[in-house]
């Protein structure tokens, strides 16, 4: 892999950032011919989502999901032995999955030649950026474009930070250096329940707090209730409205204070405390203030249909360019900052970007909400499909399902669609075909779906849309 020169070179491209909306825009790049050069402090490409979240917490949750399923096969008439859990083993097997990713992807980056750099650059001015290698000095790389995709880092809350390693981020933990007997979650959002998961089927003793309400605030209540069911079975304790006013390091233990509804409760202690409380983008340290770039209050950066900033040669993608903070959305708009980069005309306006929360049931969805829809005093029609009557669901022992589809009245237009239950990451991709192709309800219904299978439940849904579901029978007033 080709070194840069000590002073200065020049490259048409350069990418900040090699996380999934960083390589994607790197690859693309050079696909399209351009000279690129790609920039992060990693050995190989696949930033904090192959490194630190998305990859190595689905190795781990597949993990529980094998044990929970064990655990539940004595209702089939099967019993297995209690299992033996080796957490180095489980470990090494995660970062073996990491490194089989991380390693394809840096062949991916040898083989279009592009320039990949171990390190970090900070603006100059708007077509140089002073880069920190680990392997060289400072060097300044003249660009004609650039495409910042630095991501996001965890937010630790001052009142609950810690330079203990009992006191965690995600990061920390799926580093997983042990299963300890208790275990605080401090976040009822979709990170902080997903290692809820995994550390409750591993054998921790798991308490969740959450300040507001009800978990994943802002999903579909109908659609996390069947989740909250499974959690309250497996989970220790859930404390809702619910917030940690102090926080310390005792003796080996995590020690704090609990607080709801004004009133504070006694100290107690965990083994471990988990914070995740959500995630800030990594626009700062940038120089961006050498730069026309502008930034919002929450910390994004602006930026247009192209995903091009204030400075026209400069685009922003991913974590650091907006909600919502999802791989996949990166990736999309990676491909779109590229090909503009290149010249060609393209705009990242998607009608439905996926949603997956992979605990156990998953909850998917896509589009405008049931609740958005309230919100916004939409006029929508709701089809649901509960898979109680679904006999793929039953056969799978899991009837506690619910899809439904959310459509415009009169036209029927799909508008959005939410599922829970196994596999709603994978089912969810359908009703995004169906919303972005701009299909009705009717369309879906009257596609036929393989029998049995959890991919009727969207068909059934759809016919639910217009009351005419097979399975459910709404009586007529």
Not at 176 to 191: A, F, Q, S
Request: charged share 25%; glycine share 12%.
């Amino acid at each position: 892999m080709s070194q840069l020169e000590p002073d200065q070179r020049d490259t048409q491209l350069v990418v900040l950032g090699a996380g999934p909306g960083g390589y994607a825009a790197a690859f693309r790049a050079a696909d399209l011919g351009m000279k690129v050069t790609l920039v992060d402090p990693e050995a190989n490409p696949g930033g904090v989502c192959l490194y630190r979240g998305c990859i190595p917490s689905k190795a781990l949750l597949h993990v529980a999901a094998l044990l929970e399923e064990a655990r539940a096969a004595s209702a089939y008439g099967i019993d297995f032995a209690k299992p033996r859990i080796d957490p180095a083993g489980l470990s090494a097997w995660k970062d073996g999955v990491v490194e089989q990713l991380t390693a394809g992807l840096g062949g991916l980056c040898k083989s279009r030649k592009i320039d990949y750099v171990r390190g970090r650059g900070v603006f100059y001015d708007a077509n140089t950026i002073e880069l920190q290698s680990q392997d060289t000095h400072w060097q300044r790389l003249r660009f004609e474009s650039c495409i910042i995709a630095t991501g996001s880092r965890p937010v630790l809350p001052s009142e609950l930070a810690s330079e203990s390693p009992l006191v965690m981020t995600s990061t920390g933990a799926l580093e997983l250096n042990e299963v300890p007997p208790t275990l605080l979650v401090v976040g009822g959002g979709y990170i902080g329940l997903e290692l809820a998961t995994v550390y409750a089927a591993l054998g921790s003793r798991v308490t969740v707090v959450e300040m507001t309400e009800s978990l994943l605030p802002g999903v579909d209540r109908d659609l996390v209730r069947p989740l909250a069911k499974s959690l309250d079975r497996r989970l220790d304790e859930i404390q809702l409205d619910t917030s940690v006013s102090e926080l310390s390091v005792k003796n080996a233990k995590v020690s704090v204070v609990l607080e709801s509804g004004g009133s504070k409760g006694p100290q107690r202690s965990f083994d471990r405390a988990l914070v995740a409380v959500g995630r800030r983008p990594n626009s700062s340290g940038l120089g961006l203030a050498n730069t026309k770039v502008e930034i919002d209050g929450r910390g994004f950066i602006r930026t247009d249909v192209e995903r091009r900033t204030a400075e026209p040669n400069v685009f922003a993608i991913g974590d650091v360019a907006g909600d919502p903070m999802l791989a996949h959305k990166a990736t999309h708009e990676g491909l779109v900052a590229a090909e503009a980069a290149a010249g060609r005309r393209r705009g990242f306006e998607p009608a439905a970007i996926p949603a997956v929360v992979f605990t156990d049931p998953e909850i998917a969805w896509c589009g405008l909400t049931e609740t958005e829809a309230t919100e916004q005093a939409r006029e929508v029609q709701v089809g649901r499909f509960p898979w109680a009557a679904s006999g793929r669901a039953l056969t799978l022992g899991r009837s506690d399902g619910v899809t439904k589809i959310i459509a415009e009245t009169g036209s029927g237009r799909m508008l959005g669609a939410g599922i829970v239950g196994p596999r709603a990451g994978e089912l969810i991709a359908e009703a995004v075909v169906a919303i972005e192709g701009g299909l009705s309800a009717e369309d879906l219904a009257l596609s036929i779906h393989p029998h049995p299978s959890l991919s009727e439940t969207l068909m059934e849904a759809a016919e639910g849309v217009y009351g005419l579901g097979v399975h459910v029978h709404k009586r007529r007033r």
